[in-house]
Structures are given as structure tokens and as C-alpha cells.
């Protein structure tokens, strides 16, 4: 077999490697990239995924391309230990190169992106400490490589398994660190609830104010809002399948109230709560739907000023 002749095994199985190489290494230093963040928030992020979607997807890659890169590696380091001429193969030799020049560039980005903040006086503690993980991601990759170019771990299979599994190990401790910060999913379906029950309630909420402002009084039930004629349907707590509490506090208040399982915002893609303005204030656009655990209501009052009644229709006599 001639140094210059694959098998479309050999194409296949180096491709599938670097591709799942590629995106192992993007979705370990993106994860590492979002618990930084997470311990270093911004003070400026006033809006955030409250289900850190970034962080599952790079979980989920990692769990998937991991193995596959592994195994995958596993199969070429057979076939060049039983075949010594493999490891001249064209495809292998431009893997390689390829890699190595991709992590060496990373590398010398890094370092020049490094000096300018450092020289525009913008130095903080996250970003620090993002070049410094990405330095070591690219640097590791550029040497594990530079060193199989040359042949080091053919020549050392024992020592390229054990680097193998140290690599799983990392990733799996970074995989694991995730759950601390998402929580299981059994914990982010009940915040998914939880930010449903804010959803209807608002809906609600608007359905009785646009109710006030047809009729100038409030509805005494829920009954009275629904509206076949338009469709109109009151949507029911999603987790117990029941209906949401309703009452009439006042002539213009009212209060509705709901059961959740954790503390909360209000709005899931904010980090802090918007304060209300005055106490007539009846939170649309702007109030707080900030709510502990357990039986909550929220208590609001309609502004006649800030939300008038609807004109009445002239109406008018027929000519007789």
C-alpha cells in the first residue's frame, strides 16, 4: 500500500475526528466562556437566558462529540499500529498541519488581543480569565498534535490512551459543573412553569382591564371574561390543571393570585426586578411580577387616567 492511497475508511475516519475534535473543543471553551460569566456577571446584563440554553447546547455537544472524537482516535491509532504505513497518509499529514495551524493561530490571537486590553487599561478578572482558558485549551491541542505529527504518540500508544481518558475526565467534570448552575431538569421544568403562570397572569390581567374599560366596572369572576363569541379562553394553571384566583379588592383593584415553585423575577429574561412607579400603578409595561415560593397574589389598581374608558357609540334615531 502506497503512502499516498486511502481507503474510504481512512477519509471517513479522519474526517468524523476532526470534525468531532473541532466541535468538542469549541463546546468545551464556550462552556468554560459561560460559567465565567456566570461567577462574573456583568453588571451591565440586564437581560439574560434564564435557561441558560447556551450552556445546554455545549453540555449536549460535549456529551455526544466527546466519546465520538475518542473512539474514533482509538480506531486510527489501530489501524496505523497494524499498519505502519497509514501514518504516512495524506489525509492524516493535512488533519494534522490543519490542526496545528488552527490551534497555534488561536494561540497567537489570544496573546495579541491579551496585550491590547491589557495596554487599553480594560483588564478585568472574567476576561483575564477567558484568555487565559483559551490559551490553555489552544496551546494543549497544538502541542498533542505537533507531537503527533512527529510521530510521538505512535511510537507511545500508552501514553496517547492516557491522555485520551485525562481529556474525557476534564470534560466530564465540566459536564457535571453544569448541573450546579442549571440545576436537574426536573428543576428547569418547574421554572419553565413557574414563567408560564407569570405569562397567564398577565394575560389575565390585560382581559380585566380591557373588561373595566368597556363596561367601567370589573368582572366579579372569571366567568364573566370569557367570550365565546371571540374566542376568548382563560388560560388554567399549566402544572395543576386548575384555574388561577381571582378577586375584586375595590371598585378599581383587584388581586390574582397563583402558586409557584420558586422565587422569581418576574420577567425570566431579566436579572433584576423593574420597580413600580407609584401605587396606582398597574404593572403593564412596567410593573413587577416578583414572586416567591409558594401562594403568591399581586395586587393591582386601575389608573382611570392612564386607562380611560372606551367611548360609548352614538347612537341615533331613525328618521321617521
Not at 36 to 61: E, K, N
Not at 86 to 102: C, I
Not at 300 to 320: F, G, M, N, S, V
Request: with cysteine; net charge neutral.
Amino acid at each position: 500500500m502506497s503512502s499516498n492511497k486511502i481507503t474510504p475508511k481512512d477519509f471517513f475516519l479522519w474526517a468524523g475526528a476532526m470534525v468531532a475534535l473541532y466541535g468538542s473543543v469549541i463546546s468545551l471553551i464556550a462552556l468554560l466562556f459561560e460559567y465565567i460569566d456566570h461567577i462574573f456577571p456583568d453588571a451591565l446584563d440586564y437581560y439574560v437566558d434564564p435557561y441558560s440554553g447556551s450552556i445546554r447546547f455545549a453540555m449536549a455537544t460535549l456529551i455526544v462529540l466527546v466519546p465520538v472524537a475518542i473512539i474514533l482516535m482509538r480506531f486510527i491509532r489501530s489501524d496505523i499500529a497494524l499498519n505502519s504505513l497509514k501514518s504516512d497518509l495524506w489525509v492524516r499529514r493535512w488533519a494534522l498541519v490543519l490542526t496545528v495551524f488552527v490551534a497555534g493561530s488561536a494561540v497567537v490571537g489570544d496573546l495579541i488581543t491579551l496585550i491590547n486590553y491589557f495596554l487599553g487599561g480594560e483588564l478585568t478578572a472574567r476576561f483575564f480569565l477567558k484568555v487565559v482558558i483559551l490559551l490553555i485549551v489552544a496551546g494543549a491541542v497544538f502541542f498533542h498534535f505537533l507531537a503527533d505529527l512527529r510521530g510521538y504518540w505512535n511510537a507511545n500508544p500508552a501514553r496517547a490512551k492516557n491522555v485520551g481518558i485525562v481529556f474525557g475526565v476534564l470534560v466530564l467534570v465540566a459536564i457535571i459543573s453544569g448541573f450546579f448552575i442549571l440545576g436537574s431538569p426536573a428543576q428547569v421544568r418547574l421554572l419553565r412553569f413557574d414563567d408560564q403562570k407569570v405569562s397567564d397572569l398577565q394575560n389575565i390581567q390585560w382581559q380585566v382591564v380591557n373588561y373595566w374599560q368597556q363596561k367601567e366596572r370589573l368582572p366579579v369572576s372569571f366567568e364573566e371574561l370569557q367570550d365565546p363569541l371571540n374566542g376568548n379562553v382563560l388560560p388554567i394553571d399549566p402544572q395543576s390543571g386548575e384555574s388561577y384566583t381571582y378577586a375584586v379588592t375595590g371598585s378599581l383593584s383587584f388581586k390574582l393570585c397563583a402558586t409557584f415553585n420558586k422565587d422569581g423575577v418576574g420577567d425570566p429574561y431579566t436579572t433584576r426586578p423593574v420597580r413600580k412607579t407609584s401605587s396606582t400603578d398597574i404593572g403593564i409595561d412596567g410593573d413587577t411580577w416578583q414572586h416567591g415560593a409558594g401562594a403568591v397574589c399581586f395586587d393591582r389598581t386601575i389608573d382611570p387616567d392612564l386607562y380611560p374608558p372606551y367611548p360609548r357609540p352614538i347612537k341615533t334615531r331613525a328618521i321617521q
